[in-house]
């Protein structure tokens, strides 16, 4: 693997929500963004001719210590530790300023052809830029816990103009707002997010009818809570499980 890539994010007010805790969506904005900021920067010298492909996000799995709780700057690092065929992982470390550590992470990537949308393979330079191995382990498959379905809630969300990113699609973080909202307030006051698992199977797009299906655990720790996200034609687009401490 190559070195770690560092960038400083800073913590504002409306990072956090009523009860001053960081919002989940702030976090994986900020892994989202370095993801993308590390790859453009890694690879500017490289032809554009080379890198026609578009990456995609497939799975996050992130383990949080602990949340900030109040405003200031925070250190996020990341690098790729996979590229095969047209699959590629990342991993990543947040710490606070001082370097103790707030949580960490792994993503799946895939690498499509921007117009047919269908999964093409990665060119090799990429393993030489980023110091990866072409024979670095696979990390492990995600795995969710069982989904009953019959004792599930659901409710119904529109995506609408601000979901839309510039892939032309929801934005991989607004699934993580969409499934924490079908909790509701009596539920997030009393817990804080302790690791979040997201697989994203299907796109959805602007004008799209979906239901959130979300399924809630008490456990001897704390909770967990399950999500189906489905489309207008009852697919699952997107799966989340997140998992609860109680709130101090």
Known sequence: MGELFDRKYQLNYFDFDK???LKP???MNFLQDISTIHFETMT?????DTLLGLWVIVEWQITFNHMPKDTGDILVGTEPTYFRKFIAYRQYEIADVLGNPIGSGISKWAYIDPVSRKQVNIPRILNEVFGVSE????????IFQSFDIVSAERIQRLAVYTDIDVNKHVNNVTYIRWALDALG???????QLSNLKVSFKKEVFEGQMVTIESIK?????GAISQHNILNEDEQSCV??????????
């Open 19 to 21: 009860n001053y805790k």
């Open 25 to 27: 969506t702030t976090m």
């Open 44 to 48: 500017q010298s490289i032809s554009e």
């Open 135 to 142: 024979h670095a382990e696979k990390p492990n498959k995600l």
């Open 185 to 191: 307030s009596d539920f997030l006051d009393q817990y």
């Open 217 to 221: 655990k008490e456990t001897a720790t």
């Open 239 to 248: 799966q989340v499980e997140f998992t609860w401490s109680k709130a101090d």
